[in-house]
């Protein structure tokens, strides 16, 4: 009997018409396009500028994009991942809202909260659903909306993040294709390095936090630079060695897209060429849990029924991982 793998079968993606370039930043805060590229890679990033819209909002219209490119009906849908770091609001999940706005009446539906891994552990999740064989149609979706946490007057964090939305379904498959190995680590030391002090359990919203602007992202920028390079780039190695793939056996790499040298310093260690990466971070700099899934969004059509992808994802917490995964589809 066939081992039932799981494969991604779909992807949709949104992103915001609002672009923010850094020409317009360097009129913001104390910076300028230069230096932004050549620290970061990053040229724009989208913001959702609409009236009362939150990350939902992101999530519903990539996974309707989904659907629609597909031609599924949302009530086949068994389960609906939202990975995010930006919820709509505390306690209710939004991936339950999306789910019932998507018209996916046959689901259960929960966040997933990893920081930047959120949507490479969503996969492992999704994958592990799929395998279990009691559901069919699991609709991962990472969706941030990065404008609703940052300083706009703080360089070292406005100039990095953006919003969006990607979506994938994961569907069983009996070709061997689809998720074949992952490897996901955390560590706890980074907890002090990548956060938001304020509206959690240890220190609730008050006055005094607002005013104190504790309830934006704070990122100790060197020290989380420092463990995602060499993070990233040892479990991408890893994996490629434990699975006995040369840099010849994979297609591509697929990696969180936070700054353009932790991809090349990767990338490298992997000995894989640049024409191997791929990479948007230019366009929209680090949308969090949407990156992985907005990259398969817009190389979709150059990805290979066989190809050989190693995604890899650092993120705060500490958090991170690599996944290996064979494309089940031509588009």
Request: negative net charge.
């Amino acid at each position: 009997m066939k081992k039932t793998t799981a494969a991604i079968t779909a992807v949709g993606g949104y992103l915001p018409d609002f672009v923010l370039s850094n020409k317009v930043l360097e009129t913001m805060v104390d910076t300028n396009d230069e230096w932004i590229t050549t620290r970061t890679g990053i040229k724009e990033r989208r913001i959702l500028k609409e009236e009362n819209a939150g990350t939902s909002f992101m999530a519903i219209k990539a996974a309707e994009d989904l659907l629609k490119k597909r031609d599924i009906d949302a009530s086949e849908i068994d389960m609906v991942l939202v990975a995010t770091a930006t919820p709509d609001m505390p306690v209710a999940a939004t991936a339950a809202y999306v789910a019932s706005e998507i018209g996916a009446t046959n689901a259960f539906a929960y966040d997933l909260q990893a920081a930047c891994s959120s949507f490479l552990y969503g996969m492992s999740t999704a994958a592990s659903y799929i395998e279990s064989g009691r559901y069919k149609k699991v609709l991962l979706i990472g969706a941030d909306k990065m404008s609703s946490i940052i300083d706009y007057t703080d360089r070292t964090t406005c100039i990095i993040f953006g919003d969006g939305a990607g979506a994938v379904l994961f569907e069983p498959n009996e070709e061997g294709l689809g998720l074949q190995d992952e490897y996901l680590r955390s560590d706890g030391i980074g907890r002090q390095f990548l956060k938001i002090d304020a509206g959690g359990s240890i220190l609730p919203a008050s006055e005094e936090t607002v005013k104190n602007k504790k309830h934006y992202v704070f990122q100790d920028g060197k020290s989380v630079f420092k463990f995602a390079v060499s993070n990233m780039a040892d479990v991408s190695a890893l994996i490629m060695e434990r699975n006995n793939l040369s840099k010849n056996d994979v297609q591509w790499l697929a990696p969180h897209q936070a700054n353009k040298r932790i991809i090349d310093a990767t990338a490298n260690r992997m000995g894989l060429e640049p024409e191997k990466v791929l990479m948007n971070i230019e366009r929209y700099g680090n949308t969090t849990s949407a990156t992985l899934p907005l990259l398969l969004y817009d190389f979709e059509k150059q990805l290979k029924k066989g190809d050989n992808i190693i995604f890899a994802a650092f993120g705060g917490g500490f958090t991170w991982g690599s996944i290996y995964l064979k494309w089940a589809y031509n588009s």
